[in-house]
Structures are given as structure tokens and as C-alpha cells.
């Protein structure tokens, strides 16, 4: 577990306050005086540690894979933090056959992405949460010094969603709220359940390499699951940032900071 380093704190707390640059704030949109204070920050030569935590391969790819490209092509240091390696996604073939394949599926969309695959050791479809997983994971956590945290939201369908958000979540609370947190969406309306975003990234200058790692993931059925849900979400979170294409984010302030709001 990393030291705190208040200045570097301080730098990280602001810079991510839009995503690092990368974000557009939703009162960006609104007035001049408030896009003023949306601009992004710059942060020189600062690199940043990012963490982007996913139940299995393909959830950090598909719900937030366009951000983690902006991220890696600037310079900052990505991870993708898979709780399973997938093992129950086909009832014809073993956990282990399973397990291989899509453990190679997340590598190829790793290298498209320039982000390093980690996993977390959890079973697809058994996924725990005690406080044995809630130390194993703020451990898998903080051995990367992270500044930033993405994570599934855990108000979601899928048991191992849910699971994921809420380690990830237990692991800021145990470090001492050492870095930020992001929760992001994956096929929202059917797995992921009311979202509504804080944040926005525009990801319309990256879209070909999102789809080429979603594309990475062949057992998963992608050309129909991109088309049905993601190819929509990210348009429509786009008309809602003003952009082509977007991926959107909800924010978990500490308390101090949900009790502001601009003007007041």
C-alpha cells in the first residue's frame, strides 16, 4: 500500500476531477462560464497509474475500452483487472477449456489497447464477496499504486457485476479513499441498472480500436452484442455530451467534494 503523498494527492485529486483532460463535465454543455470551469487540466509530464477492473474479459473493453485507449496513447500506465478468467460462458466446454480461450481473447484486446491483463483468480458465475476477497483485492489493488480506479457499477443484473463494483468499492474505502473512482456501464437498460453519469469521455477519435478489441473477444458473440447494445449506448451517450460517440462514467466523490456545486 502506497504512502500518501499529499501534493501528488492534491495534483490527482484535480486532474481527475475531468478524467485526467480526457473527460467532457455534463455542465460543460450548459454556459460559457460553466465550460470555463470544465477545461481540462494540464498535467504536464504526470503519469498516472490507471486500474480498470471487469468480472470478465471483455467487460472493461466493451464498457469503457475507448477511455483506457485515450489513457494508454498518452502515456499513463493501464491495467485491466479481470475478477474470472470467464470460465462459464459456454455450457459445451470445460471451465478450463473456457478459461484458455478467453484468457487469450483478453490478451489480444490488451495489446490493441496497450493496457496490461491482471486477473484476480475468481470463478465465472461463483464470484465471492467476504472479507477474504475484499483483502485479496484492495492487495491485487494497491500493488499497482493506482491513481485512478474504473469498476463495473455494482446496481447491475449480473451477480458477478455486482461483486466487482462492490470489491473494487471496499478496496477505496480500506485504502484510505487513496485514489479516485469510476464506475462505468456495460449493456445498460438490461445488465447495468440506473446509471446516470457524472462524467463523459469522448471517444469518437478511438472507436475503430474499441471495436477491434471488443472484435478480439470471438466467443462472445460481438458483431451482434456491438451492434444490439454498444454501438447505441456509446451514440447516445454522445448526443448526450455533444460528441459523436462517448463513454459515460458516474464519479464517486468523497464527501467533502458532494457538497459543493459550482457558484455556491
Not at 471451465?95 to 480461450?101: F, K, P, S, V
Not at 484476480?120 to 499504486?145: F, H, P, R, Y
Amino acid at each position: 500500500m502506497k504512502k500518501n503523498n499529499p501534493a501528488r494527492r492534491d495534483f490527482i485529486k484535480l486532474s481527475a476531477m475531468t478524467l485526467s483532460g480526457l473527460a467532457i463535465a455534463p455542465v460543460a454543455l450548459a454556459t460559457p462560464k460553466t465550460a470555463e470551469l470544465a477545461k481540462p487540466v494540464n498535467m504536464g509530464d504526470t503519469k498516472l497509474n490507471i486500474i480498470c477492473v471487469g468480472a470478465h474479459p471483455g467487460d472493461p473493453e466493451f464498457g469503457c475500452g475507448g477511455t483506457m485507449a485515450k489513457y494508454s496513447d498518452a502515456g499513463h500506465k493501464v491495467t485491466f483487472l479481470y475478477l474470472t478468467r470467464g470460465e462459464a460462458s459456454d455450457p459445451d466446454k470445460t471451465y478450463a477449456e473456457m478459461a484458455a480461450l478467453r484468457t487469450k481473447e483478453a490478451e489480444v484486446a490488451c495489446k490493441v489497447l496497450n493496457t496490461k491483463p491482471k486477473f484476480a483468480g475468481q470463478i465465472d458465475g461463483n464470484t465471492v464477496l467476504d472479507k477474504s476477497k475484499n483483502e485479496e483485492m484492495t492487495k491485487l489493488i494497491m500493488e499497482e499504486k493506482p491513481d485512478i480506479v474504473f469498476t463495473q457499477w455494482p446496481l447491475d443484473a449480473h451477480p458477478d457485476h455486482q461483486v466487482t463494483g462492490l470489491l473494487a468499492l471496499s478496496a477505496w474505502i480500506k485504502s484510505g479513499r487513496q485514489f479516485n473512482l469510476y464506475f462505468y456501464e456495460v449493456n445498460t437498460g438490461v445488465e447495468t441498472l440506473s446509471f446516470t453519469p457524472t462524467d463523459y469521455v469522448d471517444i469518437t477519435s478511438v472507436l475503430e480500436r474499441k471495436k477491434q478489441a471488443m472484435f478480439a473477444h470471438k466467443t462472445q458473440n460481438p458483431i451482434e452484442t456491438y451492434n444490439s447494445y454498444f454501438k447505441p449506448l456509446q451514440e447516445f451517450r454522445g448526443l448526450e455530451a455533444g460528441v459523436k460517440a462517448a463513454e459515460a462514467f458516474i464519479h464517486f466523490k468523497e464527501k467533502g467534494d458532494r457538497a459543493n456545486i459550482t457558484g455556491l
